[in-house]
């Protein structure tokens, strides 16, 4: 079954989440329109992109674990897809993850992720210093050992921004280059969205994946996602310098994390520090000297690199992390929002889910967990 080919939706939010959505539910034959005064300049444009649901596991959230795994193994299905959509390289990397750790209370840490994984039934290589430079020479001295993941992926999410726009436009999607105020609705099922010049797009559904903005659209969503800054940096190579990793590079120094994921053409993206203080975007000194100084004491390599952007962007934070992947309020009502540090990877499982539902299909076990129901149901207890 598709989706009936008369359904009007419009998606507010052209991040990855919105976008991947708005492309996929035209291809199945809804009639799409995207309201976004800027699409692709969120969380989606900053983002670090790494597709790693087993190296971002946490004890007590198995539920995402499955809702990663799920969707990382969708991903080269989905880069293939986009890039014949199109016609353009979505920027897929499968060279894989290596895990690093410092002092003794770092490897102490990655030993229990790696435990906690065992005994998930999700085992992980457990390497030496020296292993991993043997598989990394980019990895100074100071890293005494770690994990290696070679399913976490990781994608240029610049190159797919770009990709999703075009396959989107191709699908048909209508790009409304105005800001959404509100959506609204006759107290029993939506009937359009508002913008902030006073028109408003008639419509039978809503999909609001505006990202860390979610919770300002309708009072049904009011209090679900909070915005949780995160700095970043992107280095270029410069000749002479020790070429970067070919794997993502995660490591744990002195307690903090940081990671490095390469680019094609010998660059590095540096993340990322992370902290609740509300719609603040501006990088700070302290944040950028923190990245700088963890990511040379495991990459050394990376003081010779030009240091070509400072950036901060808002992750859309949910109650318990999980996203929120389904239906909401009144009829016609959809959201996905709330993907937090995992959005890049679970944007092709979120587009399964909200597919499924806009055709009235059962959705996979893993997007079920993550509906919205169950957060409503701790707001209002
Ligand atoms: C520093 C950093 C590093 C990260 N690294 C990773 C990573 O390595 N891997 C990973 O999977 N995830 C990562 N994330 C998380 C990831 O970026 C987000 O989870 C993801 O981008 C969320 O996508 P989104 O489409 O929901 O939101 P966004 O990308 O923020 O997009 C929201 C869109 O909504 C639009 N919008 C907002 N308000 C309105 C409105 N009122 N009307 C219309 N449109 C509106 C915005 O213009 C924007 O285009 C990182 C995030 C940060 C900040």
Avoid at 179 to 203: I, K, M, S
Wanted: proline share 6%.
């Amino acid at each position: 079954m598709t989706i009936d080919s008369s359904m009007r939706l419009a998606v507010v939010g052209g991040g990855v989440v919105g976008l991947s959505c708005a492309w996929r539910a035209a291809v199945d034959g809804a009639r799409v329109t995207l309201v976004d005064a800027a699409p692709g300049s969120g969380a989606s444009w900053v983002a670090g992109g790494m597709l790693a649901p087993v190296t971002e596991a946490w004890p007590g959230e198995e539920a995402l674990l499955a809702l990663g795994v799920e969707s990382v193994g969708s991903w080269p299905g989905f880069a293939a897809r986009l890039a014949e959509a199109s016609g353009r390289d979505p920027g897929l990397r499968a060279d894989g993850t290596v895990v690093a750790a410092t002092g003794s209370g770092d490897r102490a840490e990655l030993e229990t992720l790696a435990s906690y994984l065992d005994g998930i039934g999700r085992p992980v290589q457990r390497l030496s210093g020296r292993e991993l430079r043997r598989l990394e020479p980019a990895i100074g001295p100071e890293v005494r050992g770690g994990l290696s993941v070679p399913d976490d992926l990781a994608v240029d999410n610049r190159l797919l921004l770009a990709a999703l726009r075009v396959a989107a436009e191709q699908a048909g999607v209508v790009f409304v280059a105005r800001n959404a105020t509100a959506v609204a609705d006759d107290g029993t099922r939506v009937t359009g969205v508002t913008c902030d010049d006073g028109t408003v797009v008639d419509t039978d559904a809503v999909l609001v994946a505006a990202g860390a903005y979610t919770s300002a659209l309708h009072p049904a969503l009011d209090g679900l996602v909070r915005p949780v800054k995160g700095e970043i940096l992107r280095l270029g190579h410069r000749p002479g310098a020790f070429p970067a990793p070919t794997r993502t590079v995660r490591a744990l120094v002195d307690g903090r994390p940081v990671y490095a994921v390469p680019r094609d053409g010998g660059g590095l993206v540096i993340g990322a520090t992370q902290a609740d203080v509300g719609f603040d975007r501006e990088p700070t000194v302290g944040g950028v000297r923190d990245l700088l100084r963890d990511a040379e004491r495991v990459l050394p390599g990376v003081a010779e690199f030009a240091l070509l952007e400072v950036a901060a962007g808002l992750r859309p934070g949910s109650p318990d992390n999980l996203p929120l992947i389904g239906r909401i309020g009144p009829t016609g009502l959809l959201v996905a929002g709330g993907h937090h540090r995992n959005g890049i990877l679970l944007a092709p499982v979120t587009a399964d889910g909200i597919v499924a539902l806009l055709r009235g299909d059962e959705v996979s076990g893993a997007v079920r967990a993550a509906d919205p129901a169950r957060v409503n149901r701790k707001v209002d207890a």
